[in-house]
Nanobody, 127 residues
Framework: QAQLEESGGGSVQARGALRLFCVGS????????IGWFRQPPGKEREGVAF????????YSADSVQGRFTISLENAANTIYLQMNSLKPEGTAMYYC???????WGCGPIGSAAFPVWGQGTQVPVYS
C-alpha cells in the first residue's frame, strides 16, 4: 500500500527557515508527481510546490516563488521542501501528496488529482 509520511515541521520565527521531509513507501510505479500542499487554519488547502520523481517539472506557486524550493533524493525515497523567509501567513498544516502516472512533470495540480496523502506536519510561524 502506497504511503507518505511528512516530518520537519515546528514553530519558526518569521523570516526564518525550515526544511520539510516527505518519505514515500509502497509505490509500484517508478514515476509519479509529488506535491506539497498547505492548509492554513480556517482556509482552503492550496498547492505550494510540485515535482516529478524523475526530477522534471519542478514548479512553485507564485505565493512562495523565490522562497520555497522543492527537491528530491530518490535513493532515500524523499522529497524535500526548503522554506526560507517564512511569513506569518505561512502558518499551516503542510501535506505531501502523490499523483500516479506522469512520466514527466505533473498532471492537474488541484488537490483532487492526488489520491495518496500523508498525515501532515504543522508549521506555526510567529512574528
Amino acid at each position: 500500500q502506497a504511503q507518505l509520511e511528512e516530518s520537519g515541521g515546528g514553530s519558526v520565527q518569521a523570516r526564518g527557515a525550515l526544511r520539510l521531509f516527505c518519505v514515500g513507501s509502497g509505490f509500484s510505479s517508478t514515476r509519479r508527481c509529488i506535491g506539497w500542499f498547505r492548509q492554513p487554519p480556517g482556509k482552503e488547502r492550496e498547492g505550494v510546490a510540485f515535482i516529478n520523481t524523475g526530477g522534471s517539472g519542478a514548479y512553485s506557486a507564485d505565493s512562495v516563488q523565490g522562497r520555497f524550493t522543492i527537491s528530491l533524493e530518490n535513493a532515500a525515497n524523499t522529497i524535500y521542501l526548503q522554506m526560507n523567509s517564512l511569513k506569518p501567513e505561512g502558518t499551516a498544516m503542510y501535506y505531501c501528496a502523490a499523483q500516479y502516472g506522469p512520466s514527466w512533470g505533473c498532471g492537474p495540480i488541484g488537490s483532487a488529482a492526488f489520491p495518496v496523502w500523508g498525515q501532515g506536519t504543522q508549521v506555526p510561524v510567529y512574528s
